[in-house]
């Protein structure tokens, strides 16, 4: 197609290479959009990454990881019962209402 840009081909690199490559920034005079231009960076990522060696924190890898588990264990399950039981109603019946807070609440009805 004519008048389009190619696409340009993403850069991955390693912390060091990022470590590297903000060391370089900050010597230079320019804004983060130029230099992420001249790097063949995306500005999005450079700020991320800025951000992540400056607070310390460890990279996330581009894979899904499963959650950690944590320290407090899930709540059990609560059993109700027989729901409806006592109304004298069709058995199979269900009307549950709960609550979830700030205005919100959700309504099971089953006849």
Request: aromatic letters at 6%.
């Amino acid at each position: 197609m004519e008048g389009t840009k190619p696409r340009a081909t993403r850069r991955r690199l390693s912390e060091q290479a990022w470590k590297v490559l903000l060391k370089r920034f900050d010597s230079a005079a320019v804004t983060i959009r130029e230099f992420c231009a001249r790097e063949g960076v995306s500005p999005g990522s450079f700020r991320m990454w800025r951000a992540r060696l400056i607070s310390g924190s460890q990279p996330v890898s581009p894979v899904a990881r499963a959650p950690a588990k944590s320290a407090t264990p899930a709540p059990a399950f609560v059993d109700l019962g027989l729901l409806g039981a006592s109304s004298g109603g069709d058995p199979g019946a269900l009307d549950l209402r709960i609550e979830l807070g700030g205005g919100l609440s959700l309504h099971l009805v089953r006849r």
